[in-house]
Antibody, heavy 117, light 107 residues
């Protein structure tokens, strides 16, 4: 059974960098079969795909966030990570990690990130 | 950017009803469309991909159809577990845009 679990600070200050990690069990981030994505959800913007990372480090980001997003993968710990810089109140959302690109067939439970000083 | 518009935004129905949710794309996306179900406090769950392919384990009362710019999700006979919010999502463009959601409520 595949499980994904997000972790990271639930509170980030304005203009700071949001950092989250997704730990995968039941599958391998090193698998050539899968891409690993981040998706967020807010009442204002709804569901928004942020980007994906492939096990060799290839990334693709949503053009609307491309200038602020960095993703990385840690195959030794079976994790992948998200960094979003210069956050504002508009970045407040539930952040999900998910398996896939285009079609997201496994999701983490989500973690709420609040932006506030 | 491809915009995805769902209708209706809210749908009231009863157990046993047949319901249809529509999703329209602002430009053609071929069949690159998925449907998800989300319950409060939970992550979305994949139901259908490539417009009409049922994800493994999803009940056959869920049916997806359409191509190009107009798509539908039909639930043939509503069950109590089906009351949730449904999202379409295109994966033809760089942005992988989701619709705004359709909340299916108990009448």
């Amino acid at each position: 059974q595949v499980q994904l679990q997000e972790s990271g600070p639930g509170l980030v200050g304005p203009s700071e960098t949001l950092s989250l990690t997704c730990t995968v069990s039941g599958d391998s981030v090193s698998s050539s079969s899968n891409y690993w994505s981040w998706i967020r959800q807010s009442p204002e913007k709804g569901l928004e795909w942020i980007g994906y990372i492939y096990y060799i480090g290839t990334t693709k980001y949503n053009p609307s966030l491309r200038s602020r997003v960095t993703m990385s993968v840690d195959t030794s710990n079976n994790q992948f990570s998200l960094r979003l810089s210069s956050v504002t109140a508009a970045d407040m959302a539930v952040y999900y990690c998910a398996r896939g690109y285009g079609v997201f067939d496994q999701w983490g439970q989500g973690t709420l990130v609040t932006v506030s000083s | 950017d491809t915009q995805m518009t769902q209708s209706p935004s809210t749908l009231s129905a009863s157990v046993g009803d047949r319901v249809t949710i529509t999703c329209r794309a602002s430009q053609t996306i071929s069949s690159w469309l998925a449907w998800y179900q989300q319950k409060p406090g939970k992550a979305p769950k994949l139901l259908i991909y490539r417009a009409s392919t049922l994800e493994s384990g999803v009940p056959s009362r869920f049916t997806g159809s359409g191509s190009g710019t107009e798509f539908t999700l039909t639930i043939s006979s509503l069950q109590p577990d089906d009351f949730a919010t449904y999202y379409c999502q295109e994966y033809n463009s760089e942005s992988q845009t989701f619709g705004q959601g359709t909340k299916l409520e108990i009448k």
